[in-house]
């Protein structure tokens, strides 16, 4: 029985006399799977009468061609799960570095010495870089009361939605409170976790969240130990996902150190305070609208020192945010 070479041709397979060389064997078939022939035709290549075939000859060669197809196609399949897993890997990796790079920049600013106002705005211009969202509220807060002293607001409403928030809400709802999470030495909290997936539990997802187009936020309460000194709320507009476990454990991570610097912010305002103190007392009368009955200079000062007054603030409009605060207490 004389042997046969298998080599590739425009109709298929030809087999001419010579020797069995396996390596073209394997070039061969690749190249006809390569090329797009379906098996079949390859098949009839092989078996057509014309080449002359024995019987044993057809059936080693198909069982070879069929054993060389599946090793070609298991290669391929793993050499592309490999090249994904390093894709992935590279990808990963340059997230860990770019967060790595917003964790070192919001760390350096808190210990700065900035005042609290640019120490919020600067890092949560940074941080949106590693946990995107579309707006935040940024609080500072008094640790010996629990009050609410500042807000930044981003696409969150207007000075309404604020009041409302600080006046009821913030001493109504009870899911995620600030305090609370203090007390607990929780960092951060999801929104959706807390409520089970149904956000509408929290009152200030029907209130205010909600009605504003968002959806998903996350919590974080700035502490330094068990004093807090501030809260930041980010939240997403609808359609976008929740925070993931890497973006919540980013925060965690970062959390505790624009406390300090809150906490340092204060301090230094407290010192200040004390050098300026002029020992006049501020009265501020307001009536059940929040509008102002009656004041004195030493309070209309006191108010601009807390923030920039309205032109209407006499009427109760532009007044800061600590007053709402206080007048929420006090209605409990």
């Given amino acids: 029985?004389?042997?046969?070479?298998?080599?590739?041709?425009?109709?298929?397979?030809?087999?001419?006399?010579?020797?069995?060389?396996?390596?073209?064997?394997?070039?061969?078939?690749?190249?006809?799977?390569?090329?797009?022939?379906?098996?079949?035709?390859?098949?009839?290549?092989?078996?057509?009468?014309?080449?002359?075939?024995?019987?044993g000859w057809r059936t080693?060669?198909?069982?070879?061609?069929?054993?060389?197809?599946?090793?070609?196609?298991?290669?391929?399949?793993?050499?592309?799960?490999?090249?994904?897993?390093?894709?992935?890997?590279?990808?990963?990796?340059?997230?860990?570095?770019a967060n790595d790079r917003v964790f070192s920049e919001v760390k350096r600013l808190c210990y700065t010495g900035l005042d609290a106002a640019t120490l919020r705005q600067r890092v949560l211009e940074r941080l949106r870089r590693a946990v995107p969202f579309e707006?935040?509220?940024?609080?500072?807060?008094?640790?010996?009361?629990?009050?609410?002293?500042d807000a930044i607001v981003e696409a969150m409403g207007d000075e309404r939605g604020l009041r409302l928030f600080l006046e009821h809400v913030c001493f109504e709802d009870d899911v995620l409170e600030f305090n609370w999470m203090a007390r607990n030495r929780l960092s951060v909290g999801l929104l959706s976790e807390a409520t089970g997936g149904k956000l509408d539990r929290a009152l200030r997802y029907r209130e205010l969240l909600g009605p504003a187009g968002f959806g998903y936020e996350s919590r974080s309460a700035l502490t330094t130990g068990a004093e807090l000194w501030g809260g930041l709320c980010l939240t997403r507009e609808k359609g976008r996902p929740d925070f993931t476990a890497r973006e919540v454990a980013f925060l965690r991570?970062?959390?505790?150190?624009?406390?300090?610097?809150?906490?340092?912010?204060?301090?230094?305002?407290?010192?200040?305070?004390d050098r300026d103190n002029d020992d006049a007392a501020g009265v501020l009368v307001l009536d059940h609208r929040g509008t102002v009955v009656q004041h004195n200079a030493a309070a209309e000062r006191q108010l601009r020192d807390l923030g920039d007054l309205g032109a209407q603030w006499r009427e109760g409009e532009g007044l800061p945010p600590p007053v709402w605060a206080v007048m929420g207490a006090l209605s409990l």
């Fill in 60 to 97: 080693s060669l198909l069982w070879g061609i069929s054993c060389v197809n599946r090793g070609i196609m298991r290669a391929r399949l793993w050499a592309g799960s490999r090249i994904a897993h390093i894709r992935g890997d590279r990808a990963m990796n340059t997230l860990d570095l």
């Fill in 135 to 149: 707006g935040y509220v940024a609080f500072t807060m008094d640790p010996s009361s629990g009050l609410i002293t």
């Fill in 1 to 55: 029985m004389a042997p046969f070479s298998l080599l590739p041709s425009s109709t298929g397979l030809q087999l001419r006399p010579g020797l069995v060389d396996l390596q073209a064997l394997t070039l061969s078939t690749s190249f006809c799977f390569k090329a797009g022939w379906p098996p079949r035709l390859i098949a009839n290549s092989l078996m057509h009468r014309r080449y002359g075939v024995p019987g």
């Fill in 253 to 273: 991570r970062v959390s505790p150190h624009i406390g300090a610097g809150l906490r340092a912010a204060s301090l230094q305002l407290e010192l200040q305070d």
